[in-house]
Every structure is written in structure tokens, then in C-alpha cells.
């Protein structure tokens, strides 16, 4: 007989209202069953709109139990609100459950208090996470770290559709608050893990793929395609396949490096936003290549639809 499943604790801090792959994420999160999610934090300047939009994707999935914390306001560039339509009318003191006004203290408290070693899933800047080190420092010891940071032989000049380019730059997680950046990535985290662009950029779903989330019936997968469509602006793009999913693969390592190729590595962040193998950083497992992305795309879907 098969034992029962032990559920990894993590909370996902993220700047979901940008970039459309957060809101794909914490989908993939809440689909993904051997992920136990305890909290929810907005990160990156108007993080007010930025908790209406996981409080209401958390009450389309069934899950208000899942608290909601507002992050650290007005830190890092400024918001494009462009899923704000799907929130206009939306009031956040309405929702169901817990929300936080100071998401720092509630990652501190849920962290410290958890009986297992809590991962972070950070996917967008870290101000969040760089004060609650600030606050707490013995929370690396803790936690684990998986993040979507950097980039190190690849990156990508468009969000909009798969566009690989040869060479490092500097990635907008980091490039957005690179103090914060260096302040995590120089942390005695417990483990550490990034998918960089490398292997995230890759990530975009067409085909019968596409065709099959677009028209799922599911509550929570229509409400990803109704914030993807607002955030195309209904462009040819949303007509044929997704935007880049890069933050969908630090969720999937959170639970798993399958289908991926790790590499150990010492990393920093230095003062120009560039992550980079260096001799005096911290150990990080770095996804720097697919093993089998096909395999990967395909699990993917199976858990959005499920």
C-alpha cells in the first residue's frame, strides 16, 4: 500500500499585476497537490492592487482559507496595472479569509512557526524577503529558497513569445531592486534553488496545448485566460499560444527538479543586476538546462486542467 503524501509547506511571494506568468503560477500552485500553501505575499510597489488580485484568484480556486498578505508599498519600479480591470470592483476587505497589512511580519511568523521547513517560492523582486531577513535573520536557517532569478548563457527580448538569445543579462527580478536581490542571494538559506532564464524563458504553451486550457471549463483556469486576455489586450498572441511562463518552473521546483539538468554553483548578485557564478556566494542548485521540456510542458497542462 502507498504511503500518504507529504505535503511540502511554502509560501509564494510574488509581483503578480505585472507580467502575466504570476497569475499562471499560483494556478499551477494550487493545482499542484504536493504543495501545502500557507500564505500569500504581494511584493513590489502597489502591492494593495497586487493582494486583490491573489485574493480574488484564491476565492475563484475555493481557497480563502489561504491568507493574503500586502507587501512592503512603493519599493522597486513602478506597477503596471495591466490586470486591473479583472480588480476594479473587487474589495480586498471583503475576502473570506486573513489578510495580512504587513506581509514581511506574516512571512516571519508563518515561517518561525511551521513545524517543517518552510519553502519560499519568490517569484519577482524581493523586498519582501530582503526585510524579513532584515527582521529575522535566523529565517534563512529555516527556509528554503526557490526562486525565478537571473540569467546566466540565455536570456529573452520579449515576454510575448519565445525568443532566446545567446549570452547573460541582467533579469528583471533582480534589475528591480538589485540591493534587495544581493541581500537574499547573499543569505545561509537552509537550500537554495533558481530557475533562471535559461531554462524559464522557454516556457510557452501553443497547439492542442493551448487550445485545451483556453477552452477548460474550470473556474480557476478561466479566470487565468480572462487575466491573460485582459493583459494581451486580446492581441494575434493570445489567439495562439501563452505569453512566456517563466514562473511557472520555480513552482514546479519546489516540489521537483525533474525533467531539468542542475548544476551547483556559488552565485551573486553584483551592483549592475547581473547573477553570476562567483567564488564567495552562496551554494545555489541552478536549472540550467531541460532534460525533457516536452515532458515537462505536457505535466504542465495535465495540472492546470485538473
Known amino acids: 500500500m502507498g504511503g500518504i503524501m507529504k505535503r511540502i509547506p511554502v509560501i509564494l511571494d510574488t509581483d503578480i499585476g505585472d507580467d502575466i506568468d504570476d497569475t499562471w503560477a499560483l494556478a499551477l500552485l494550487l493545482k499542484s497537490p504536493e504543495l501545502d500553501l500557507k500564505l500569500v505575499a504581494a511584493d513590489t510597489a502597489d502591492t494593495t492592487y497586487r493582494a486583490k488580485l491573489i485574493a480574488r484568484l484564491l476565492e475563484v480556486a475555493g481557497r480563502s482559507d489561504v491568507p493574503v498578505g500586502i507587501g512592503i508599498p512603493n519599493v522597486g519600479r513602478p506597477t503596471h496595472k495591466r490586470q486591473s480591470a479583472w480588480v476594479e470592483e473587487y474589495d480586498l476587505a471583503g475576502y473570506p479569509g486573513r489578510v495580512h497589512g504587513d506581509a514581511v511580519e506574516a512571512i516571519i511568523e508563518t515561517a518561525m512557526s511551521s513545524e517543517e521547513p518552510m519553502t519560499l517560492i519568490c517569484i519577482g523582486p524581493v523586498p519582501n524577503i530582503a526585510e524579513a531577513l532584515r527582521r529575522e535573520p535566523r529565517l534563512a536557517t529555516r527556509c528554503r529558497f526557490v526562486g525565478m532569478h537571473g540569467s546566466f548563457h540565455w536570456h529573452i527580448g520579449t515576454n510575448v513569445r519565445l525568443s532566446m538569445e545567446p549570452g547573460e543579462r541582467p533579469e528583471w527580478n533582480v534589475l528591480c531592486d538589485v540591493a534587495s536581490a544581493q541581500t537574499v542571494f547573499s543569505a545561509p538559506w537552509r537550500q537554495a534553488t533558481i530557475t533562471p532564464l535559461d531554462t524559464c524563458a522557454r516556457v510557452v504553451l501553443d497547439g492542442e496545448r ?80 531541460w532534460q525533457d521540456y516536452e515532458a515537462f510542458a505536457d505535466d504542465l497542462v495535465a495540472r492546470l486542467l485538473s
Open 210 to 289: 493551448y487550445r485545451r486550457l483556453r477552452e477548460s471549463s474550470d473556474p480557476l483556469m478561466r479566470a487565468v485566460i480572462e487575466n491573460y486576455r485582459i493583459w494581451s489586450g486580446e492581441s494575434a498572441e493570445f489567439a495562439q499560444h501563452t505569453s512566456v511562463l517563466f514562473d511557472c518552473v520555480a513552482v514546479h521546483l519546489a516540489h521537483t527538479t525533474r525533467w531539468l539538468k542542475m548544476q551547483s554553483m556559488r552565485v551573486a548578485v553584483d551592483d549592475e543586476g547581473y547573477t553570476r557564478e562567483a567564488a564567495a556566494g552562496q551554494p545555489f542548485e541552478v536549472a540550467l538546462e
